[in-house]
Every structure is written in C-alpha cells, then in structure tokens.
C-alpha cells in the first residue's frame, strides 16, 4: 500500500540535551575522542549495533535512558565540553586564513540565494568562509568518511574522506561533490566453501548523518541532467565535514524510471551504460549541483577520470551563458582544473567506446561546433587513430592544468604512461607531477594512542610537519608505557575480531563447534601480522603462501616464537581472480589446521581498518612493483606505530624503510612475474625468520622488547608527520588550489579579457609555431672542453611571424647515455640579443659541465605567454635539428 503522504519523523530529545544532535549532524564527531565517547556512553550497545552512528542511535534510543542521562552530570558536563570543542574547533583562526588572508572580500563561497537550511531540526547549514573570494571544489566518485556512510569501496574512497576532513582542518574554502548510493559498496560473507558473497543492504538516508537540501518554499533542491531522449533528476544531500560540506546527488526518485533510478544505486555496479550514466551524473550534474547551491567555483579538483565530463559541462557554460566562443571557454576550463590519477596501470582507466560518447554526449559537439571526431579527439591520445576508445584520464589531462600521481614513484610512472600526450617533451618535463598520498592522523590512530601522544608530544602532532621540534619528544614516551598501550590495542582488535566471526558463523548457520572455536581464535601475546586491502590480483593476498611448508615451520616452529596473521579484504564482484585468492586463503588456512592462528575477517569496513592497524604487530604489503600507485593502509599502521613489511612500491619506496620497517627486495622489476613471485616470496620468509620474529621476541628482564619499540618509536616520527593527509593536502593548497583559483581571477578579469586574448594567442600560435625554423648554432669551442670551462652559444631562429615575446629559447644539457640520447637534461634560458639584418632573432646563452665525460647539448624553442601556466599548455615544442 503506497502512502498518500509522507513525513520525515525526526528524534525526540529532551531540550537539555539538544546538542548531541548538533554533534550527531557534524562528522567531526568522527576524529574528536570527547565527542565520539560521549555517543559510545550514551549506550555502548546502541553504539556498536548501529554501526557508531549518532543519528540512528537518537532515533532508536529509548526515551527512558534519554530521561535517565538528562538527570547524570557526568555525562551533561562531558556534552557540554563536547559542544564547546566544535564550537571552538569552527570558530578558530585556521592555517588557510593565515597562509592565504585576502581581506574581508566580496565573494561568498558559501550556499547562495537558491538554497536555504536544512529540513532537519536544528541541522546547523554549512559554515562559509566569508572572508574567501575562492572555492575548491573535489569531485570523487567515492568517499569513506565513516563506516556508518558505507559510499565507498576502498582506498580512493578513504582517501577522498580524508582530504575533506584535512581540508576543514586547515580551513581551505573547499566543497566535495559526489554520488550518495542507495546500496552504496556491496557488504561481505563468506559461503561454507570461502567463496565471497554480496550482500547490498538499502541505505536509509533519513537515519544518516545526512541533510536534505531544499528550496526556500521547502520544496527538494533538484538539479536535471539530459541523456538520450530524457532529462533526469537528482536531489541534493549534505554531509558536513567539519567545516567542509559534501554534496551528493541521489536519482531515485520520481519522476525517474527505474533504470535512472539505479543511477545512483551501487558504486561500481552495473555495466558500461550504467558507469556512463553515474559519470555524467558525478561531472555534469555536479557542476549543475554547485550553480544551484550558488556557489562560485574557483578551482575544481577530479580526483580520478570519472568526474572528467564536469570540463565539457564547464565550457557549456561558459559558451552559452557568458557568450565565449569554444576556445576561450575551453581556456578557462583548463586554467582552473586539477587532475589526480591513482591507476598506475592502463587496464585501470575508464574506457568508453565512441560510439557511446557520441549517443550520451553528442549534443555538446554541436554546442562547441565541433566534428564528431574533433570532439572525440578530446579524449584521446592519438587523435588520428579513429578507433581508438575514449579515455576519461585523457580527457582530465587535457583539461587540466595541474596533473599529478599520488607518489613519487607512481608520478614516474604516471609520465610514462601519458608521455605521448606531449611530443617531444623529455620524459622527466612531462607536466604530471607527484603529491604522495597521505592519511587523516586524527581519525586513524588508536584513541589511547592519541592520548599517548597529547600527554608527551602536545596536541599539534597530529598536523605537526617533519621539522617541528615536537618529534624531539618522541624518545620522551617511556618505552613500558608505549608498549603496554600498543597490547591494549592489539587485544581490542582480537576480541572485536572474535566478535566478529562468531555473528559471521552464527549468520552463516555454521555448528556450535565452529563457533566455540571461533571464540578462541588468536593468542593476544602472539606476534601478530596483519594484511588488509582490495583483493585485486597485482597485491598478491596469497604470496605469504607460496612455500607451505616454510610458511607453516613460521607459524608454529617454535611454541615460543609464534606467529598469527589477521587478513581482510574484498574483491570486486565481477572479479573471479580476486575471488579466487580469498578462497584459497580460506582453503589453506582448513586444510592446515591454521583456524586458530590465521584469520580471515569478513566485510572488511573502515572501523575494522582502524583496530587492525592499531592492533596488529606488523602491517605487510606485497605489490606486484610499480602497480600499487600508493597505498594508505601502511601509512595508518606507522601512525599506530606499526613497523611496514612491503614491497618497495607506492609511498614505502619514498620511506625510510629501513628504521621503520622492512623491505622485500630492493625495487627489482621483472619481466617473469612467477620468478618475481618466487624471489620475493622467499625474502619475505627470510625477512620473517631471521629479522621481525627474533626482533619482537627479544625481551629484557622486565620482559620489554626495546628495540622492537625503538623501531615503533622510528615509526611514529619519521613517518607520521610525512604522510599525513595535513602535509598532503597543504601541498594541493599551495601548488594546485592557490595557483588555478588566482589564475580564474585573471582570466576572468574585466569581461575575460586576459581569457580571450590567450585563447587568440594560442590560435594565432598554432597556425605559425610550424614556420619556426633554427637557422644556425655558433659553439664558441671544439668537441674538447675542461670541467667548468665557460661555452658560449649563439643561436639564429626564424620566428616567421612569431615574434621573441612568443617564445622561450632553450638550451638544453646533459650527460650522454649509450644509445646517444641526453639523460636527465637541464634546460637553460638563452637572452634575446635582437635582430640581425635579415630579421633573424638571435640568442645567446653561457653554460658550463661541472662533472667530465661525454656531454651533450642541444637547442629547443618552446611558448611563451604572460597568462600560460606552463610553457607546455600548447603542447608545442621544437628542437634543433
């Protein structure tokens, strides 16, 4: 029977105790201990069963405990001190106010005239920055904020989470824009046979931490979006991040058919329409969602190619609204975008065939007035192959003007994957740089570990950088109580983790043995390592048992020097291998007896991440080099100051991995990846038998393992403050946010001007750079030169029509390897001398080798514009010949 009338019956709380809704609508709660212990006093039971989420616990709540804590002062005082803390946390003066004051300003990046507060009672609205003329916006297919939001599948998802929950740290003026999935991530059990099973529980939105964003009159705020012969609508959600809001959109809704719908109904799911239709929703409807909310974006930031759509969107816009023709518009765009990949493999991109890109997204060819195959070419690499698929990470790079992998390593890899997007540049100037990924300290590390740190380090250490003398302190934590703390944690994971699978087991309807058993599982004083990640095959779950019979001489060799493992993880579920790995974990672990001493925990969730990281001894990592583009999970465990057993790949190969951890390896790639399996399997064993095992066994009297802690103590320091998602997120700020937003202020300046006369420039530049021609090289000495002996070098260009302020001379220097190429080239401005009496331009330049052997030099002419962000925006290069 179909309701005639809705209502959405909010929780029913006494007026003294008002506030917790406040802290239940603000995910601060999230990485703030008072408030989050305040919700578990509440009711522990309560707490756990709603999986730690506020709202739903106020809504279920008897009425009688509600009557009962008005009258506990206690619990009244720790909630008052709760509210004070996030009073006081919105109210202070941040490092984005500090770094970056520009005055009282005259825009608002807050919600403008279209949108007004939240249905919910009492909900507090976003908290604008009305002192900042700008606003970022962070696209992102996925978000993992809170295990009681399950929106997300993994690491990119958590990682999204963490770069908000830094950003309202820091006080940037920046906004989230995603999906909110009805069924969201798929949730985990384990058949009889260890075969993974989904589950997709229905998110009930209105017992979330979730606004609904409405209009003045109280109507839903909707946005529409056009796909082939139908428009679709999508609501607006709120999720406040501390300072910073998230916004998603939710189509299942009428008067949506049911497969539109479904739009918004999995992350991941469905098949190549339905993952077109979700990033056109996440791109198009997402830049509409942010016009309709009245904000003004000054710099948008596509976390991953799926938001890439947003760009055509942007120049939609721009065309039709402001009056731009396509080229300025597109010029716009690309000066105010910022692209980070995270796939370092092309099997990880976003493909969609032409023909697709044509049907759903045609309509803005026309609008732009180009070709079909002009406009197909934007996402492409080699825009003559007429074939080839359309690539979202191609379309994102060539509408971006900032670029980045999200490790050291992965940015060298990144570059060599999309090299031939800039022809002719060297590899190491390809413009996609690195900002290594980082976690949220706050929200990752153990609560008694957090108070660990208050006590000896102070409150900052959290956000605190490598250089801050707070690190001095480290050595000041007594080693008795570091490690006693560190136990605690470990035996909160084991009893949660029996917990775990006993409701697994009981749900399964396995035997009353099975589950006894399960009761017992892990020893708390055994060494404990733990594996928990994405069950794609390149992380190789099941390289710790390649030697069975080594693996098990480990594990039991010797009753005083055991060791136990505790793996978690999911496998997509359209992906067979992945599948395949866990079951074979759990095969090994029956067949062998192991039941006591390996454990896998099924549906591995954000809270499961956080006691295992906390809890386990050793965190172990085995990617195939170089595919793990960075990994979190490891930099999570060094924060609860677990040493890192890894691969050298992703952030481990930039970590001091030698007093923090251990490496397999030395950074080897291998053309045989069952070698590879075989050689590093076998370090690990070695690892494991003659390092980690003795160093954690190695007691003093008083039954300590010193050095085991030292390592710890080296974990917490080196590590916490460099990977951190405030070190991080800093890094966006200055290198990416500031520069796209100042540049959106020019370009937009008086009517777009500055925009037009670039877009003009670039036009004009185009059609004549191929005219260009190197006349002559004047080397001032032969082919034999002392170190530090001065070179001077004249050069003759034809610039056509061009003139010296469109371009850049260049020599370019550097060692010459084997096959004849510079290597590692350095690039020096030449001076413009002037005319000579044929019109040629002439430039001069002096260098100098500082190391001998054979040395090379060459000449390179490139673009230059007061308004370009780099030389390389054109994609135009010419070298002498």
Not at 585 to 600: C, S
Not at 691 to 703: P, Q, S
Not at 725 to 737: D, F, G, K, P
Not at 857 to 871: A, C, G, I, Q, T
Request: hydrophobic share 40%; net charge negative; charged share 25%.
């Amino acid at each position: 029977m179909q309701p005639i009338r809705t209502f959405n019956v909010s929780p029913s709380l006494p007026a003294r105790l008002e506030p917790l809704r406040k802290l239940a609508y603000n995910l601060l709660w999230d990485w703030n201990v008072e408030t989050k212990d305040l919700f578990r006093r509440l009711d522990p039971d309560l707490w756990e069963s709603s999986r730690h989420n506020p709202v739903l616990m106020l809504g279920t709540i008897s009425q009688a405990r509600l009557l009962e804590v008005v009258e506990d002062e206690g619990f009244l005082a720790q909630m008052d001190r709760a509210a004070l803390q996030i009073e006081d946390y919105l109210k202070e003066r941040t490092w984005y106010e500090k770094t970056r004051d520009k005055g009282s300003g005259t825009k608002n990046w807050g919600q403008g005239s279209n949108s007004s507060p939240s249905s919910f009672p009492n909900s507090q609205s976003p908290i604008p920055n009305t002192r900042s003329p700008e606003c970022y916006a962070y696209f992102s297919a996925e978000f993992g904020l809170v295990d009681c939001l399950p929106i997300y599948s993994g690491g990119l998802g958590v990682l999204a989470g963490d770069h908000l929950k830094s950003a309202s740290d820091l006080g940037l003026p920046l906004v989230g824009v995603g999906l909110l999935y009805q069924q969201g991530y798929f949730a985990q059990y384990l058949n009889a046979d260890g075969w993974q099973q989904e589950r997709y529980p229905i998110n009930d939105f209105y017992n979330m931490p979730l606004h609904l964003e409405r209009n003045p009159d109280g109507s839903e705020l909707r946005i529409t979006v056009d796909y082939p012969g139908r428009t679709v609508y999508a609501r607006v959600w709120r999720v406040q991040v501390g300072r910073v809001p998230l916004y998603m959109l939710d189509t299942n809704i009428e008067p949506n058919n049911p497969y539109d719908h479904d739009i918004t109904d999995q992350l991941y799911g469905g098949d190549i329409d339905m993952r077109i239709h979700q990033e056109i929703m996440l791109g198009i409807g997402g830049v509409r969602m942010l016009k309709a909310l009245g904000y003004n974006v000054t710099a948008y930031h596509m976390n991953e190619g799926h938001a890439a759509f947003s760009a055509l969107e942007r120049i939609r816009i721009l065309i039709q609204e402001q009056g731009l023709s396509y080229i300025e518009a597109r010029q716009v765009v690309a000066s105010t975008n910022i692209f980070t990949t995270h796939t370092p493999v092309p099997a990880g991109i976003d493909l969609f065939p032409p023909d697709k890109v044509l049907y759903y997204l045609g309509h803005y060819a026309e609008i732009f007035g180009l070709s079909k195959d002009e406009f197909l070419a934007l996402g492409r690499e080699s825009t003559g192959d007429l074939s080839s698929p359309f690539s979202m990470a191609v379309l994102a790079l060539k509408m971006a003007t900032f670029s980045n992998g999200v490790a050291q390593l992965h940015g060298t890899v990144s570059r060599q994957m999309f090299k031939g997007l800039w022809t002719g540049v060297p590899i190491q100037e390809v413009p996609i740089t690195a900002i290594t990924n980082g976690v949220h300290a706050r929200s990752c590390v153990a609560k008694s570990t957090q108070e660990l740190y208050d006590r000896y380090l102070g409150p900052n250490w959290s956000s605190a950088p490598v250089d801050h003398p707070l690190w001095d302190r480290m050595n000041a934590i007594p080693d008795e109580e570091l490690w006693r703390n560190h136990e605690r944690c470990r035996l909160d994971m084991i009893l949660y983790v029996r917990e775990r699978l006993v409701k697994h087991l009981r749900d399964r309807g396995a035997s009353p043995s099975e589950i006894a058993q399960a009761q017992e599982v892990l020893d708390p004083y055994v060494l404990t390592i733990g594996f928990a990640r994405r069950f794609a095959t390149y992380k190789r779950a099941t390289l710790w048992m390649r030697d069975i019979e080594r693996i098990k001489r480990i594990l039991l060799g010797n009753k005083d020097r055991k060791v136990q493992f505790v793996i978690a993880g999911k496998a997509h579920p359209k992906d067979i291998p992945g599948k395949e790995l866990i079951r074979e974990i759990n095969h090994f672990i029956r067949e062998n007896n192991l039941e006591k001493q390996i454990v896998f925990v099924p549906n591995y969730d954000i809270h499961i991440a956080r006691l295992m990281v906390a809890g386990c001894d050793v965190w172990l990592n085995t990617p195939r080099r170089p595919r793990e583009a960075s990994g979190t999970s490891g930099m999570k465990a060094a924060m609860n100051g677990l040493p890192n057993l890894s691969v050298l790949d992703g952030w481990w190969d930039e970590a001091d991995y030698v007093r923090t951890g251990w490496a397999i390896g030395h950074g080897e790639i291998y053309d045989d990846p069952n070698y590879q399996d075989e050689v590093e399997a076998n370090a690990l064993y070695d690892i494991l038998e003659k390092e980690v095992v003795a160093l954690f066994y190695h007691r003093d009297a008083d039954g300590l393992p010193r050095r085991w802690v030292a390592k710890m103590k080296d974990a917490i320091r080196l590590n916490c403050p460099l990977f951190n998602t405030a070190r991080m997120v800093r890094e966006y700020a200055q290198r990416a946010y500031f520069p796209a937003s100042d540049r959106y202020h020019i370009l937009t300046g008086d009517n777009y001007a500055p925009a037009k006369e670039l877009a003009a420039w670039k036009l004009n530049l185009g059609e004549h750079w191929y005219n260009i021609t190197i006349k002559d090289i004047d080397v001032s000495v032969g082919p034999d030169i002392e170190v530090n002996q001065t070179v001077t070098v004249k050069a003759k260009v034809d610039l056509a029509t061009l003139t010296n302020n469109d371009v850049q001379v260049e020599l370019y220097q550097g060692a010459v390897d084997a096959s004849g190429e510079i290597v590692n080239g350095v690039p020096l401005v030449m001076e413009y001398q002037g005319e000579d009496d044929q019109g040629l331009s002439i430039y001069k330049a002096d260098v100098l080798y500082t190391t001998s052997g054979l040395q090379g030099l060459s000449l390179r002419v490139l673009p230059k514009h007061k308004y370009l962000s780099s030389p390389y925006e054109p994609r135009l290069i010419l070298w002498a010949q």
